[in-house]
């Protein structure tokens, strides 16, 4: 009996200091509160460093202003945003017909998804219909597109990878590449790569060192300007989704514009990604 | 007046240590809880017997496949391949450690197997990725090294700490007597070691090789650097994904069913591992009677 009003002594005591914990944290927050404005985005792991960028160099000029970011994909941001759980949802693919009916999608950059090989490779250039039969495994040896009599070795990415969901869906491949690996990240791509003379895989154009070589597709090879022209194929749109109809906050709205002026340019760049054309 | 408020603290000591080992099983509880019930609802969902047995893995397709039994084979093969590599060479260099070796050269060895014990699994992983993964590629002439092979091959160093250091303790732990009567019979020393000392250290090594599948079934970083991650049915020289590796690679970007089947896949593998903690604490009570 003793023993059990001892137990019930402890856990209250150590709960009681708990909740003290609490209440100071709380009534910590509401001081610091009234003079920062928070906007928080959601969204696309690979527009981390594109809003990585703008944020910091947001944030230096606007002190009291912070911007957050939850990398969580872009299904899972565009979720967010509809829900009302952040202010802008970042998106690495366009908005789906059914999204579009309460969301729009406002371009802020370009990403351009570039098809490397090994640098012992010879191949210089493929076409798009080339690349998605060497991925669904109708092309199985170099020597079918003119290098070396060696089988193809398919390095992709995990399936739900904003990159892979680009190339796949650009490439008309969805769902039917037989990828010999799938890794977890653009670095592990471009490192498979670089190590396996056989090897193909796609990263995106930011990324991509010297350490591997990308081949130009549709005899365009990917840069700033082909991308913004067009005449890549290969590209894709990073996508700032907000609430249609519903008013962003001011300091959402000021940060929104801030991304999407041409004072934002540099930044993209800088972030590997290319600027739109205005 | 003192011997009570001494009481009063021993109570209070006794309580609070109380709560530090409840502390422990709470988080048991709500961990097996927290599996049961995000795992169970994606079973149910997609059916026990199609995830179980299923051959295909297509979770982002327009019809998708939660089929998992590639990714249970290849844990299963996987584990049973670096048993098979590993076991042998950890036991025979605990036996070299306790018994063969100069006082010196022992504990250097001792002292780099808890070293390999203390190397994190993702530098395993990088490790395998560099040297390992293009070395196969090159000796046995196929075009990618990323395979289940590779995987064997690192898996099978990773258990070798577990395997040495229980198996060491094991055979030290082996009576004096036995050997000297060994010895005094006419014996050889090697005679000696392999006749009388592992087999009375046998469930001691049993457990060294318990604890080490145990180590390599629930390995995630390492082997994802190493075996190319596609979800195929297991080939040794093919690409394949385990269970560890499944949940890992795929849960970032995950939702929806997809994400819970995930949570599935992280049930088996508990499941495995439980069955696993079964073995060894019967293997533990054996030894004890």
């Known amino acids: 009996m003793k023993k059990i009003a001892g137990v019930i002594l402890t856990v209250s005591l150590i709960l009681g200091v708990l909740v003290g914990c609490s209440e100071q944290q709380s009534s910590q927050v509401t001081e610091t509160t009234p003079q920062q404005s928070t906007v928080s985005t959601d969204g696309s792991t690979s527009m981390e460093k594109v809003i990585g960028y703008l944020s910091e160099a947001y944030m230096e000029e606007k002190k009291d202003t912070k911007v957050t970011y939850n990398p969580t994909g872009s299904g899972a941001g565009i979720q967010a945003v509809s829900e009302g759980r952040c202010d802008i949802g970042l998106s690495s693919r366009d908005l789906k017909d059914e999204e579009k009916a309460n969301l729009t999608g406002t371009v802020v950059a370009i990403d351009g998804i570039a098809v490397i090989v090994n640098n012992e490779n010879p191949i210089e250039n493929l076409s798009v219909e080339q690349i998605a039969k060497i991925y669904t495994g109708e092309i199985s040896n170099w020597k079918e597109v003119g290098g070396d009599d060696q089988a193809i070795v398919l390095i992709g ?6 990159t892979r969901d680009g190339f796949e869906s650009i490439t008309k491949t969805t769902d039917k590449c037989k990828y010999t690996q799938e890794l977890t990240s653009t670095g592990d791509v471009i490192q498979t790569v670089s190590s396996n003379p056989n090897a193909i895989g796609y990263a995106s154009l930011a990324s991509v060192k010297d350490s591997v070589k990308m081949i130009k597709v549709d005899n365009v090879s990917p840069s700033k300007e082909t991308i913004q022209n067009g005449s890549y194929k290969i590209q894709r749109n990073f996508v700032l989704v907000t609430k249609t109809g519903s008013e962003l906050s001011s300091a959402a709205k000021d940060f929104f514009e801030f991304a999407t002026s041409s004072a934002a340019d540099e930044l993209i760049e800088k972030a590997g990604a290319i600027p739109v054309v205005r | 007046m003192r011997k009570s408020r001494l009481k009063v603290i021993e109570k209070l000591m006794n309580t609070f240590f109380m709560v530090c080992g409840i502390a422990a099983l709470a988080f048991v509880i709500i961990i097996t809880a927290f599996l049961l019930v995000s795992g169970i609802p994606a079973i ?68 780099a197997v808890e070293l390999l014990a203390g190397i994190p699994s993702v530098v395993y992983g990088l490790v395998g990725m560099i040297v390992i993964v293009p070395f196969v590629r090159e000796i046995f002439n196929i075009p990618d090294g990323a395979n289940l092979f590779s995987a064997i091959i690192v898996l ?52 060294s090789v318990v604890l080490g599948i145990g180590r390599a079934i629930g390995e995630a970083m390492a082997v994802m650097m190493v075996s190319g991650n596609a979800s195929n049915m297991p080939k040794l020289f093919g690409s394949v994904r385990f269970l560890t590796t499944a949940v890992a690679s795929e849960m970032s970007y995950s939702s929806g069913l997809h994400r819970d089947a995930l949570f599935s896949i992280a049930l088996v593998l508990f499941i495995f591992i439980l069955i696993i903690n079964l073995i060894l604490n019967f293997g533990i009570k054996e030894k004890k009677r």
């Open chain 1, 157 to 162: 990415r995990e399936a739900a990878s904003g």
């Open chain 2, 44 to 111: 149910k969902e997609i059916c026990f017997v199609k995830f179980i047995c299923g051959e295909v893995w297509k979770p982002t397709a327009a019809e998708p496949m939660y089929g998992i039994l590639p990714f249970i084979s290849t844990s299963v093969f996987g584990t049973l391949g670096a048993i098979i590599i590993g076991v042998p060479i950890g036991v025979l260099s605990a036996i070299y450690i306790a018994k063969a070796a100069p006082k010196k050269c022992g504990t250097a060895l001792k002292s």
């Open chain 2, 156 to 207: 099978s160093i990773m258990i070798l700490p577990s395997v040495i250091s229980v198996s060491e303790t094991a055979i030290k732990a082996v009576p004096k007597e036995y050997e000297e009567g060994s010895l005094a019979l006419g014996a050889t020393k090697t005679e000696t070691t392999f006749k009388i000392v592992v087999p009375a250290a046998k469930s001691g090594i049993m457990t």
